[in-house]
């Protein structure tokens, strides 16, 4: 998997959220990981979330797809909403 991701982003995110952005690659090894699609109309591109489990606990990382690279935007604790949607999908 390619990923990118902004420097000055992943600071922000690992003071925020306590992980880094290549931590949203973990999420795709859950072989149930969900894809959602995360389009804001201010974002000016697709963004997708892919929310998954990495040892227990629900995971959801913010991306967008640069030629083959994940570039990914942020990643956190999944929320409640998040939470539901993945597990209704399985």
Do not use: C, Q
């Not at 922000?12 to 995360?38: C, P, Q, W, Y």
């Not at 990495?54 to 956190?76: C, D, H, Q």
């Not at 929320?79 to 209704?88: Q, R």
């Amino acid at each position: 998997m390619d990923i990118e991701f902004d420097t000055d982003k992943d600071e922000i995110n690992r003071d925020k959220h306590g992980v880094s952005l290549t931590f949203g690659a973990e999420m795709f090894r859950d072989a149930d990981h969900l894809i959602v699609a995360s389009h804001r109309p201010i974002d000016g591109e697709d963004r997708f979330k892919v929310i998954g489990d990495v040892n227990g606990r629900l995971w959801t990382a913010v991306y967008v797809m640069r030629g083959a690279a994940f570039r990914f935007i942020s990643v956190r604790k999944s929320n409640d909403g998040e939470k539901k949607l993945y597990s209704a999908s399985g």
